[in-house]
């Protein structure tokens, strides 16, 4: 393609890829350091019951804060993790954080209260992976039930009898599976029945056409059924309207995130959140 662009278009490419390559070495070179000097925190997000209107849990997201960037969102991270093996890592760090919070009862002590934490397909595919989640969690002494795994559909679906394996043990052991951004990859019917997922999150694609869009609303509902059959909750995320929110708790969606509540914020700020929350100030 670039020899159609004329003389000196090589040398055009050629330098941007360059500078691809080297910001990407100074990006690996960064994240190293990143870990080495625990520059990763996590924010956290509300998950709310639209049965008993109150708060359910709360997601961990991750996030950079870079010394001379300050906080930098996973989008722009997460890949060159991935591509260099750094999530795995991470990914352990995230999990030992998250059981910590839960074991030092520091981000909040009402037991209803669980936290779910994403997983990258890369993690989920190590060998071992169940193990080393439940060893986390017996070294901390926290109680699975609180906890509740986020893994993309897509990423089940690269490895079917290995993903149905890793998710049997952890179920069996106590762990909520939630399988993430639902809806975006195509599992199949016969295979959905068989993975021991608690829930299925409805990718925030779908909720953005609401109220509005046939084929978002149709969508939804579409979900929202297969779920009842199958035995699942579904939560929706990225609910930012009222109209949004009105539209999902009249077709029985079990539970909302979004800015609409609360956009991921640290630590300290959620917990107050927690406290101050009044479902009669959302909920009319
Ligand atoms: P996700 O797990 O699907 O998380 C939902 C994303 O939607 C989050 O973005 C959240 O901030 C955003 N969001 C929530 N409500 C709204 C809303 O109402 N409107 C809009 N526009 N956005 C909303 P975030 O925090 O940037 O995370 C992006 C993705 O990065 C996550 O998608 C997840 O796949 C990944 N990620 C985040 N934390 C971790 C982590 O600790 N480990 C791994 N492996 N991946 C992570
Ligand atoms: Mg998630
Ligand atoms: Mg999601
Ligand atoms: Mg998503």
Known sequence: EAKNEGPGSLKFYSKEIFERVSSLLNMEKDLRNAIKENQFILYFQPHISLETRGIRGVEALIRWVHPDRGIIAPFEFIPVLEETGLIIEVGKWVVEQVCHYISKNEF?????????????????????FEKMLIDIVQKKGVDPKRLR??????????????????LKVLNDFGFNISIDDFGTGYSSLSYLKKIPASHLKIDMSFVRGLPDNRDDVEIIKA????????????????VETREQLECLDKFGVDEVQGYFFSKPIPKEDCMKYIERYHSDSYFK
């Open 149 to 166: 795994i986020e893994v993309t559909e897509s990423a089940l679906m690269t490895d079917i009898e290995d993903s149905l394996n890793k």
């Open 108 to 128: 909040c002590d009402r037991e209803e209260i669980g936290i779910s934490f994403n997983v990258s397909p890369e993690q989920f595919k190590q060998k071992g």
């Open 223 to 238: 979900i929202i059924a297969l779920a009842k059959n199958l035995g699942k909750k579904t939560v929706a995320e990225g």
